[in-house]
């Protein structure tokens, strides 16, 4: 008997889910399809089924399992299968099938067949097994829901509780980093939450989607955290760090503020001693004695009912609704006298020496007798200096000049400004002119450690007789680039860059020197000087382009082709690896090839298997240019067809009657004039791409 079984199969657990907490049994049902000579049977047929550990030979496992008599209609039988609760232990398992058809009446009849091969079983039997190590330990399942009503521990990666009291724990086994579990939802609108329950007292914490915020409930949403960092008691959109709905009360420890400072009350008194004799009536603090009164010291000072030591003493008006008033200020640390009126008037300052401050609103003007510097403060911090020669001066906040003017620049003869960073440090110069005023003007800028040499400098009149120039110079001071519109008058623009030491490497040249009606040059040198690479956009008297080097090394490609153009009929289609010939009917024109040991084959068409031309020629706008280059000589993958022979490395190519493919040369005195090159790879079958050494013969 010749009997195929149909390679799918389908296995379902026995028992039904309505029944609550029914114990799964270990039997399943097993359906398939018997093909004789790939005809359904029809009629009762004898199974012998077996279960084995491994695809072929292997240990059987359990008993075999006969099945008589079983109906087969149009080649579907059912059968229910059982080899015990210990055979499936997570392990592969595999079923053999024996067959006698048609069935026999009296227990004999003709032999089994062993249908092959072993058929896999799926993962559906190993459910049971799962369920089976679970039996006795407490878990029920009613419809999708599974359930445990152990009084004991359920762990998750752990088998003991951390207390007596958990009940259920989740171990990670990573010893750094995060390690737990995610209550998820699919999407952003979800609110996963984690919650408590003490005899109905109900909280939880959870994440709303909708507003990206975690949240504490209890009674109501009493804690957000949002996802910027901003915290909220009672406040559902925080706009800072922390901000509560009520009351802060600090029972220990006040409150700590940005400068470090920490307040325990809302008002502290002063040191030692008592302040019996002063009087807090509304707003106003008074002493009620007719004692002296001193600040910074303990004795008056001539008499005086108010002394102040160590530091300035003023008198300020402040009007019923704060506006401030006059004011009488006298330093303590030296004889001066200040007369300030209201906020933005005129004030006035004198001291012991001769300096005279006259201030309108917040800016300062101040005469310098001795010096004679006139200076410009703004809040008290010196904004601009002018000196007697005419220099200004402006300043930092930490009283550096940052920029310097001068009218007269005595080393240069023109107009001179400095800019300088904040510690004093110069970093950029402009002056008006050059060589005592015999040269334009440049720009010089300057590192933090080289003051003296500029390493950028846009002169105006380089080197007195060119035009402009832009030097740029290394961290050293030397020569690193040169970019001029002319070293002489009316020559051409040139860039040069040189290296470390002065040495010249690279100049390009907008016209060629010394040779009216050039084009461009671009040339490179070696380490010695020598010139080794030129550029050259227009050579000679011919106009033509050219590159003049010793050797000229191609890395992008492998073959030098030519450009041509490829006749299209649409038949076939024209890309890289294609084999071409010359079009009798277009002169200087290509077409696919497509007969065998065609001498009029011409190359490949390159760019197959990612190995691109390495040189392509051609000449524009003549018959020499077309879309598709086509390799000459060099290395290129080739389409191939080895119905005509197999092909290995060596074997010479020509044309084949395949369109556009190649073959291996089997008659040589027909592949004279027709050959393409040798295979460097090789192709048992069909069609294919090798790669090809083209040496057209």
């Given at each position: ?383 601009m200096r002018i000196d007697v020669g005419g220099t200004t001066d402006f ?129 490179l040198f070696d380490d010695s000087g020598n010139l080794t690479i030129e ?163």
């Amino acid at each position: 008997m010749n009997t195929n079984k149909l390679l799918t199969m389908l296995l379902v657990l026995m028992g039904t889910c309505s029944a609550v907490a029914q114990t799964v049994g270990t039997s399943f049902t097993y359906q398939g399809q018997l093909l004789q000579s790939t005809n359904p049977i029809d009629g009762d047929a004898d199974f012998i089924f077996r279960l084995f550990d491994a695809s072929t030979g292997g240990t059987q496992i359990g008993s075999d399992v006969p099945r008589f008599a079983v109906p087969v209609d149009r080649g579907v039988f059912t059968v229910d299968l059982d080899f015990g609760s210990n055979a499936f232990d997570g392990d592969a398992r595999y079923l053999q099938i024996s067959v006698r058809s048609p069935a026999s009446t009296a227990g004999g009849g003709e032999p089994y067949d062993t249908l092959l091969p072993r058929q896999e079983l799926t993962p559906v039997p190993y459910a049971m097994h799962a369920l089976n190590v679970a039996e006795g330990g407490g878990w029920e399942l009613s419809g999708s829901s599974l359930s445990n009503t152990n009084g004991g521990f359920v762990g998750i990666n752990g088998s003991s509780p951390l207390t007596p009291a958990e009940v259920f724990g989740v171990r990670s086994d990573a010893s750094t980093g995060y390690g737990g579990m995610y209550m998820s939802m699919p999407t952003q609108q979800g609110q996963p939450f984690y919650g408590f329950d003490a005899g109905g007292l109900r909280a939880w914490t959870y994440l709303d989607g909708n507003t990206a915020s975690w949240r504490l409930f209890n009674g109501g949403d009493r804690l957000y955290v949002l996802n910027n960092g901003n915290v909220g008691i009672g406040r559902a959109t925080p706009t800072s760090r922390l901000e509560v709905a009520g009351a802060i009360h600090s029972t220990t420890g006040g409150f700590k503020f940005p400068d470090g400072t920490v307040q325990t009350s809302a008002a502290t008194g002063g040191g030692g001693g008592s302040d019996a004799d002063w009087v807090v009536d509304g707003t106003k603090v008074y002493n009620d004695t007719a004692d002296d009164v001193m600040i910074g010291t303990n004795a008056p000072a001539n008499g005086a009912k108010l002394t102040v030591a160590g530091g300035d003493f003023g008198l300020t008006t402040i009007d019923v609704n704060g506006n401030l008033g006059g004011t009488l200020k006298l330093r303590g640390s030296q004889t001066s006298f200040q007369v300030f009126t209201a906020v933005d008037e005129t004030r006035m300052s004198a001291s012991s020496g001769s300096d005279v401050s006259l201030l309108s609103g917040r800016n300062l003007f101040v005469k310098a007798g001795t010096e004679g510097f006139q200076q410009f403060y703004t809040d008290g911090v010196r904004r601009m200096r002018i000196d007697v020669g005419g220099t200004t001066d402006f300043f930092h906040s930490n009283n550096n000049a940052t920029v310097s003017i001068d009218g007269e620049d005595p080393s240069n003869g023109g107009g001179l400004i400095e800019l300088r960073k904040g510690n004093g440090t110069k970093s950029i110069e402009i002056l008006g002119a050059n060589a005592n005023g015999a040269q334009a003007g440049s720009i010089n800028m300057y590192t933090d450690t080289n003051s003296t040499t500029p390493t950028v400098t846009l002169d105006g009149e380089y080197g007195g007789t060119a035009g402009g120039a832009l030097v740029l110079r290394n961290s050293s001071g030397q020569m690193g680039i040169e970019l001029v519109s002319d070293l002489t008058p009316n020559e051409q623009p040139e860039i040069r860059m040189f290296k470390p030491n002065g040495q010249r490497t690279i100049e390009i040249e907008a016209e060629e020197a010394g040779s009216a009606d050039q084009g461009s040059t671009i040339k490179l040198f070696d380490d010695s000087g020598n010139l080794t690479i030129e550029l050259d956009a227009d050579y000679g008297a011919s106009n033509e382009g050219r590159i003049i080097t010793e050797v000229i090394e191609i890395t992008g490609g492998s073959d030098l082709s030519e450009q041509f153009d490829v006749f299209d009929d649409g038949s076939h289609a024209i890309e890289p690896g294609s084999v071409v010939s010359i079009d009798p009917a277009s002169p200087g024109d290509l077409r696919l090839s497509d007969r065998a040991y065609d001498r009029r084959v011409a190359g490949i068409i390159s760019g197959a298997g990612g190995v691109k031309p390495g040189m392509l020629m051609g000449q524009r706008g003549s018959e020499a240019d077309g879309q598709h280059p086509v390799a000459l000589t060099g290395r290129v993958y080739c389409k191939v067809d080895a119905t005509q022979g197999a092909i290995e490395p060596g074997d010479l190519l020509t044309t084949s009657p395949t369109p556009g493919h190649a073959m291996k040369v089997a008659d040589h005195g027909r592949a004279a004039g027709a050959i393409l090159g040798k295979a460097m790879t090789g192709l048992d079958s069909g069609t294919g791409m090798v790669l090809v050494l083209v040496s057209l013969q």
